[in-house]
């Protein structure tokens, strides 16, 4: 998860991303001035505090960095757009909490919230961080679609999410085979079977949703009164955007859609570390081979210093080569080096199993370390 | 916030931490076995959920981490101690919030739980926490003592806290001169004036609590039934620690305790951004100095990269540089390097603004390179 963050950190600041923390509890006046204090129902999480005042837990932030940039007196045309972001924990009170990460009532979330100062510009907002997400997911090797969506009780008029097709996904896609085409079927009015571009039969699939941007308008600067001095000296409502990734989700979607039966799968920049050393059974022939390989691992964290907190040495030396190489991938580690038979080879030679391309490799030392300095770590 | 955590998972790590991530909303069920949803009174944020299921929002996570212990059927003492740790958000409904970040009802806590095989064992493993918390003040530049503190809701036998002496403290503490003995005054019976060990006087201070250690044996385990089979393959009750370091208190806690009256002091390796650059004003006679500026800022950043991140460059050029020299005293960063009047000199000579040393150097591009080399981030 902390690498995970990481790249989105990389990919929001590309952007022009601020990080910041808002608050988990969030007053519940705020929420009844936006109108969905009531319109949330029961998904929203609600308690007092000792002064008996109303709070929610924060299931997304329109409210709170609306009424946080409304707080700021002067603010100039010159210093938008503002585009804030963070990662921080939210709350839906799910009414059927399922698949592990994938719906759980508390998760972690990367929510921004964007400020500009022309619909223009706001809209060209919306296509940079959009942009950015598409980026995120190719980075991660994840394959994507980007749909029309609905806006539900965020509000606003433009609204795409990003989904990760598989079969558990609890979302229904229409997509042109061609590309023209792509939304959610909660938006469309009635039947539709064929793209409107180029009349080509939509296919349907099964979708994670993993990403949900917003154009907002000014549906929550005009409540909050979040306004900016133009470059009239006028003060104007600043046009919003929202845009959310499930965190955690991503993780358990991810998984999901890039396992096999045998071995979990992570996307190779985030696994949580990328490589396992097996060195030979205690008591078997191959034994000396132990010290070998663990000249490989220094040599490598030596060579590759970015690489030293993402290797792993299994010395359950006990075990058999063959129980640990499948506690491996059961792990999900992109790549398990083996000091197998050939390690009493001169020069040595070892197994080296490349887990998402699904094939294996016999290397020296040298060997390993070339191929290990093409990894990349967030 | 980001750094200070880095730091902290460096220390934690260094003694076997493993970081997790435990709920914030917490069963009730978990908080009435234990007795402290009685005990902890007001101060604990309380909800309900659609199911009308009880809730607090965890305020530390006893409770919790060992109901997680617990469920791990087949844990052998060759698998302790185990020492888990997060950073994440905690909640307390404070009576009165107050001085920012010092006292807040939702705040970052780092927190860690240990399980350990006997109760030697457990002391072990408190002084080596111990220790850590040490060697992270020390890290971060802060005077600190170590004072017997009271276990208070939390409960146990032992327990210390880290204070932070400083004026604001709201905590007393009384201190022998000579490090024999420190206390917090609510852990003493009665009025104490001299040390027990070398009987000097006592001298009171107050202290911002920063840091709060506690030895607990096996009040939680024995509620959770949190056991572990003994090398005679007998269950055993774990015997715990816990172990809170409060990370946005710290943040404003070094702040109170480094700042000037002009100046806002970060501990140098967490600041935010270690090295601001200030080039002339524009128009000033100074101006092409500018140019020569930027070369530094970008042989700093190629000489050492892990810096690179470090750099500001206040290009508010229509300001004179007073003005913007003022605000990176407020701003606090580390060093501030200006292209001042002997930028025009060849070589050119900058000014360089040690700020946590009050000193200020005359310095050509090679010096200010040599002179950054030193500086440490997390």
Known sequence: MEKLIKVMDQEMQAVGGQKLNLPSLCSAELWRASGRWDQMGPELFRLVDRHNHGYCLGPTHEEVVTALVASQSGLSYKQLPLRLYQVTRKFRDEPKPRFGLLRSREFYMKDMYTFDTSEEAARHTYEQVCAAYCSLFSRLGLRFVKVQAATGSIGGTTSHEFQLPADIGEDRLLLCPQGHFAANVETLNGEQ???PTCREKLTETKGIEVGHTFYLGTKYSSVANAVFSSSENKPQLAEMGCYGLGVSRILAASIEVLST??????????????LCFIPPKRGSKEEEGAVLLEQVYDDLAEALPHLAGDLVLDDRTQLTIGKRLKDAKRLGYPYVVVAGKRVCEDP???EV??????EVLFLTKEG??????KVQVP
Chains 1, 2 share one sequence.
Do not use: K, M
Request: include cysteine; glycine fraction near 0%; charge should be negative.
């Open 193 to 195: 079977t064929s793209c």
């Open 353 to 358: 199993w490349n887990q998402n391309a699904d």
């Open 261 to 274: 039966e045998e071995s979990i799968r992570w996307p190779s920049l985030i696994a949580p570390y990328q």
């Open 368 to 373: 390993v370390i070339e191929l290990l300095s």
């Open 348 to 350: 040595p030679v070892f």
